[in-house]
């Protein structure tokens, strides 16, 4: 039995660093700081609180261009957004790939191992809410993009006015969970919160807030100017080139010309003789286009 307990108690001693392990690295802190704009548009800042198992370069941030919002209605819709002024206290390559906005934070030439901050802002542009009856924050506080368990979120949501908080919302775990393991207070027009608990890989923290119709004013992105254009402008120039075939380009109408060939043997003016009974001077007149075509005679025009 003592053999068998020693097995069992240095097989689970073995296994702890291996847990401990699993992950490259995990982010032990993340704190988000969001000024939400009257235009739709949020100033963001994300310290990230990271800590390597291994030697790495860094970490990915992939933020998301392409956002799918089911809406408190049932209804389905989808964003584009923009984003601008990055900002990276570290050494980052940025770049766009797969529908997101890629940073990648590091020195290719250095390696770390522990503790590491990293810093990024930017500004995030949603555009307009294409709600007609009310206006809808809605925003992952932290995505499902990341690879890795994140503890200890924080975050500070600041409004541009004043809003009910009875409509606040919040919802964490995995695509279509319902789950809230938040705490937090609002003061005016802040909102700051915790997350109670751990996000593992693929999972995310998001706030949603019905707001009053006319909230936002002013919102919008390039998407929605080239939205306009794409159909807007090849209506207009369709109508200009409508209206100028109209009146330079239309043809007369073309009258067809009715031909009658006689039957084989006969000229015209045998036909003529045949169908009335007699041949005046304007059958006869017809019969100089079939001498011509024999080439009895020559036409010439003078």
């Known amino acids: 039995m003592k053999k068998i307990l020693f097995t069992i108690f240095t097989f689970i001693f073995l296994l702890i660093p291996i847990n401990s392990y699993a992950e490259e690295y995990v982010i032990s802190g993340y704190k988000m700081d969001i000024v939400v704009n009257e235009n739709n548009t949020m100033d963001i800042t994300e310290e990230i609180d990271a800590y390597f198992h291994v030697y790495k370069h860094g970490i990915y941030r992939n933020i998301p261009l392409k956002n799918k919002i089911e809406r408190l209605d049932g209804s389905v819709y989808s964003n584009r957004a923009i984003i601008s002024d990055i900002y990276v206290s570290e050494p980052a390559d940025i770049s766009t790939s797969n529908g997101n906005k890629v940073i990648k934070i590091g020195d290719p030439n250095y390696t770390l191992i522990g503790e590491k901050k990293y810093i990024i802002s930017y500004n995030y542009n949603i555009g307009k809410d294409p709600s007609k009856d009310y206006d809808e924050f809605y925003f992952n506080i932290i995505g499902p993009e990341w690879d890795t368990s994140i503890s200890n979120v924080t975050f500070t949501i600041t409004m541009p006015k004043a809003f009910d908080q009875n409509k606040l919302g919040f919802s964490s775990g995995v695509v279509g969970s319902t789950t809230n393991n938040v705490d937090y207070v609002?003061?005016?027009?802040?909102?700051?919160?915790?997350?109670?608990?751990?996000?593992?890989?693929?999972?995310?923290?998001?706030?949603?807030?019905?707001?009053p119709e006319g909230y936002f004013v002013g919102a919008g992105t390039p998407f929605d100017n080239a939205?306009?254009?794409?159909?807007?402008?090849?209506?207009?120039?369709?109508?200009?080139?409508?209206?100028?075939?109209?009146?330079?380009?239309?043809?007369?109408?073309?009258i067809e010309v009715v031909e009658f060939y006689p039957p084989e043997g006969f000229n015209s003016l045998d036909i003529a003789y045949l169908y009335k009974g007699e041949a005046d001077s304007e059958d006869v007149t017809s019969l100089l286009v079939y001498l011509a075509n024999c080439g009895y005679i020559k036409i010439v025009e003078t």
């Not at 027009?189 to 890989?201: D, R, S, V």
């Not at 306009?228 to 073309?254: H, Q, S």
């Open 186 to 211: 609002v003061d005016g027009l802040k909102i700051t919160g915790t997350y109670n608990g751990i996000l593992m890989p693929g999972e995310a923290l998001t706030i949603r807030l019905e707001l």
């Open 227 to 254: 939205r306009f254009f794409m159909i807007i402008v090849p209506l207009i120039c369709l109508f200009i080139t409508f209206a100028i075939w109209m009146k330079y380009g239309k043809d007369n109408e073309v």
